[in-house]
């Protein structure tokens, strides 16, 4: 590592120490996608506007989401000799009020308030880490979310960043690989496949170059935790590029991500010219041999290029449609040179590892499912939001403990986790710790962490019509079991939700379903059914009262008078 | 058109590869895809028509006819489903008097639905020109299009 390069940490340390040691008070505003929408653009003008009416010289600092989406917008006081405290659901007149009250005056609005930061507690505002929300989960892959102000790579390096890197630069790649493998690192994108493995494969591949492909597609309705991190800590993830490409003698990366994740897109390129002015990319980084860049590409709107080597036909300027395999893509992938493929959170998970040392990242988890995950909490629950928690804990604990039950004070009745191929779980399986293998037997999956509570209002029949509506249009069209199969499941649905079920349907469904799943050429035919072959196993009298008695139990069909059947077989 | 194309076409270097990245761009300056913008990036990467129409039309992004002013968004994921997404297509489909995939005749409002738009955590939401709008009822849907009717 250059000299100058510990000198920019070394000035990046000083500088964050001495903006939270000046004496004045500061303003954190978390202005992600989630709390945009919630209005926290108004809430940064808002504060801005009235510091400076009142004459006070207290900086107001956009920074990503905590992942407590439900109480969005949020910010963050810092008032000299006091612990941060954090407000939930801010909006332009309560971001005045506290400006008034509590900056000019010394009231912390305790109501108001979501809890302190760090160890202190002020009265009557509990810590943030004792509060239901936080109380179970463990932030490591989130420790700068909500903290640091994405657009600035010195407040990384402030808090360690890029020092998994500057390590990595120092070992041969045998013995990165080894760190990875010791931490049992399994990608989080859905397969849960060894990354170390992965890395092996692409380091001892023949190529002329190598690539590293950062999968940032985040396809699964009920997944936003990839966007979160790219929005709020994007130089976490290209580190852990820098980290694999290093370790697999690889010289060019992609990133890709959607074009509609417009700030996601806008916060990466930022990064990428820091990183250029840093002198972590291009040629001879930090004075070693290593040459690296990286290219942004943005999605056009597919599902199915979240698959790995679709993603890599769209890549190369195709229709997205994925490859047969073998050869896979650590042989041969993008250009047929080696390439190795990587969620956005495995990735985040690299850089974590060599900055902390495997043993670190391995003393949570389960035996085969190591470290912390992220899990998007949405649907009907109350806390809604991105969470971490370490492998194995259940989704007992994370919907009612985490996310607070269902909302509206209604019943849960289903949860579904791992996206659009998983499926729908009942109550009694919600004692299960969960973890990349866990769910397999009961019909669903971890998949890359969506968990989405259904409550009472919400009919197993209509559930499964929705996952087969998405399967159905999502399909590349590719292969016959997948395209004809999904849009026959989904007519049959069609059929039962408006009281034209057969009473054979069931059957019908389930001998279709196996036969999709054999015979698909990738996982989104293959793991499709799942959804609904699991509302059929776990939630069966609701098919039946819809097929047999036209009736929907939850009051979510409307039985058509026509008896026109909408499937051709 | 044909001077703004040339003036997307001339930050590229017409490879095969880049096809994706000129047709987004094409669509961002146009604001959708057509036939002779397509023709003409066929001619300029290299490649036949039939790619380029291929590649168009295999993803949902790209459009091949105008949008409105007001290009709604609805999304139809699973969180947003079972949080009311359906009674708020109903409405907007009303309010608006087109379906699903129309454009009103004066050209003001487009209707859209997508996959996932990636705020599930505060569901249902949609989108009106790359802003999000979220925990909508439908009544707060009203009140929304018709603010959006009025700052055009
Ligand atoms: C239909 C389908 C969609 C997928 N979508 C995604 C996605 O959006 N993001 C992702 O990281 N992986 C997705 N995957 C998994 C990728 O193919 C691949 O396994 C993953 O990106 C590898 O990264 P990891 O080892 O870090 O998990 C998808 C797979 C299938 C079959
Ligand atoms: S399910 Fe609607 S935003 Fe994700």
Redesign the interface.
């Given at each position: 590592m250059t000299r100058s390069f510990e000198n920019l940490r070394q000035r990046a340390q000083v500088e964050w120490k001495a903006s939270q040691d000046d004496g004045k008070p500061r303003i954190l505003v978390g202005t992600a996608t989630c709390g945009r929408s919630a209005g926290a653009i108004e809430v940064l003008e808002a504060l801005q506007r009235e510091s400076r009416n009142r004459g006070l010289d207290c900086p107001v600092v956009e920074v990503g989401c905590i992942g407590l989406c439900y109480a969005e917008p949020i910010v963050a006081i810092f008032k000299p000799s006091r612990p941060g405290i954090v407000y939930g659901n801010v909006n332009a007149p309560r971001a005045a009020r506290l400006i008034e009250r509590y900056l000019l005056r010394d009231d912390p609005l305790a109501a108001e308030a979501l809890g302190t930061l760090g160890p202190e507690s002020v009265e009557g505002i509990p810590r943030l880490q004792d509060t239901p929300v936080m109380r179970h989960q463990v932030r490591r892959i989130l420790r700068n979310c909500g903290f640091i102000d994405p657009a600035k790579i010195d407040h990384y390096l402030a808090h360690g960043g890029y020092s998994g890197f500057t390590k990595a630069l120092a070992l041969d790649t045998a013995e990165i690989i080894e760190e990875i493998k010791k931490a049992g690192l399994r990608g989080r994108g859905g397969a849960g496949f060894p990354a170390w493995r992965k890395w092996q494969f692409t380091r001892e591949a023949k190529g002329a170059k190598k690539y590293v492909v950062c999968n940032g597609s985040e396809g699964d309705p009920g997944t936003f935790s990839n966007k979160l991190l790219l929005e709020s800590d994007p130089h976490s993830v290209l580190e852990g590029m820098l980290i694999a490409a290093l370790a697999m003698g690889a010289d060019e990366g992609y990133v890709y991500c959607p074009a509609q994740y417009s700030l996601a897109l806008e916060r990466l390129r930022t990064a990428l010219l820091q990183m250029r002015e840093y002198g972590l990319l291009g040629e001879g980084i930090l004075g070693s041999s290593f040459n690296f860049r990286i290219e942004i590409k943005e999605g056009a709107g597919a599902y199915i290029c979240g698959e790995e080597t679709a993603l890599l036909e769209c890549i190369e300027g195709k229709r997205g449609v994925p490859r047969l395999r073998p050869p896979f893509p650590p042989t041969a992938g993008l250009w047929n040179l080696p390439t190795a493929i990587h969620n956005v959170e495995t990735l985040a998970c690299a850089a974590a590892i060599l900055q902390n040392g495997a043993p670190w990242f391995a003393e949570l988890g389960t035996a085969k499912s190591k470290g912390t995950k992220l899990f998007c909490l949405s649907g009907s629950v109350q806390r809604g939001g991105v969470i971490e928690v370490p492998f194995g804990t259940t989704l007992h604990e994370m919907i009612y403990a985490i996310g607070g039950g269902a909302a509206d004070g209604e019943e849960l009745k289903a949860v579904q986790t791992g996206g659009p191929g998983g499926g729908y779980l009942p109550p009694g399986l919600w004692d299960t710790p969960v973890d990349q293998d866990s769910l397999l037997a009961f019909g669903s999956s971890t998949g890359s962490g969506g968990v989405v509570a259904v409550d009472r209002r919400s009919c197993a029949v209509d559930l499964a019509r929705n996952s087969l509506d998405f399967a159905r249009r999502e399909c590349c069209g590719q292969c016959v079991p997948c395209r004809l199969g999904t849009r026959q499941l989904f007519d049959i649905l069609v059929d039962i939700a408006e009281g034209r079920g057969r009473p054979q349907d069931m059957e019908l469904l389930v001998e279709l379903s196996e036969g999709i799943k054999r015979g698909s050429l990738c996982g989104l035919g293959q793991t499709a059914p799942n959804a609904l072959l699991s509302t059929i196993r776990y939630f069966p009298d609701e098919y039946r009262a819809h097929i047999g008695q036209r009736r929907c139990p939850a009051g979510v069909c409307r039985m058509a008078n026509s008896s026109q059947l909408s499937r051709t077989a | 058109m044909e001077r703004r194309l040339d003036a997307i076409l001339s930050s590229f270097a017409g490879q095969?590869?880049?096809?994706?990245?000129i047709?987004?761009q094409v669509q961002r300056e146009l604001g959708y895809l057509p036939r002779e913008a397509m023709l003409e990036v066929a001619q300029f990467a290299g490649v036949p028509e039939s790619r380029v129409y291929?590649?168009a039309t295999?993803?949902?992004?790209?459009r091949f006819t105008p949008i409105g002013r007001k290009h709604v968004m609805v999304?139809?994921?699973?969180?947003?489903?079972?949080?009311g997404a359906p009674r708020i297509l109903e409405e907007i489909e009303r309010q608006l008097s087109i379906k699903e995939g129309e454009t009103t005749p004066d050209l003001s409002h487009s209707l859209e639905t997508?996959?996932?738009?990636?705020?599930?955590?505060?569901?249902p939401?949609i989108?009106i020109n790359?802003?999000?709008?979220?925990?909508l009822t439908p009544k707060k849907v009203a009140v929304l299009l018709r603010k959006a009717g009025d700052d055009d």
């Open positions: - | 095969e590869h880049e096809l994706i990245p047709l987004q291929a590649v295999f993803y949902a992004q790209f999304c139809r994921g699973t969180s947003c489903h079972v949080r997508v996959a996932c738009i990636g705020a599930c955590g505060l569901s939401c989108m790359n802003k999000v709008e979220a925990k």
